[in-house]
């Protein structure tokens, strides 16, 4: 059974950093790639970043240049730098893993920046 769980979210002021990890576990098969998403309350759930195994790598506009994600294959393991954080990128981010099998998600971890 694939499961992804996610750590490192929390309360910060605008400016201040935070790291979100994911773990996956349980992917009998290869990753293809690994990302995040956020979500704030009352609106949908909007993609962040997209990691493929390769190490390329994918940004929304929003948090480019603030963000980075990266990736540690050995582990199944994918990381959310976030730097300079605002307001605005108060959410809960989950984080996900597409396998041949599919999309999986975690159960996602929030972020509060306050102003």
């Known amino acids: 059974q694939v499961q992804l769980v996610e750590s490192g979210g929390g309360l910060v002021q605008a400016g201040g950093s935070l790291r979100l990890s994911c773990a996956a576990s349980?992917?009998?098969?290869?990753?293809?790639?690994m990302g995040w998403y956020r979500q704030a309350p009352g609106k949908q759930r909007d993609w962040v970043a997209v990691v493929t195994s390769g190490g390329s790598t994918t940004y929304t506009d929003s948090v480019k240049g603030r963000f980075t994600i990266s990736r540690a294959n050995a582990k199944n393991t994918v990381y959310l730098q976030m730097n300079s954080l605002k307001p605005d990128d108060t959410a809960v981010y989950y984080c996900?893993?597409?396998?041949?099998?599919?999309?999986?998600w975690g159960q996602g971890t929030q972020v509060t920046v306050s102003s």
């Open positions: 349980g992917t009998s098969g290869r990753i293809i790639a």
């Open positions: 996900n893993a597409d396998l041949l099998l599919g999309r999986y």
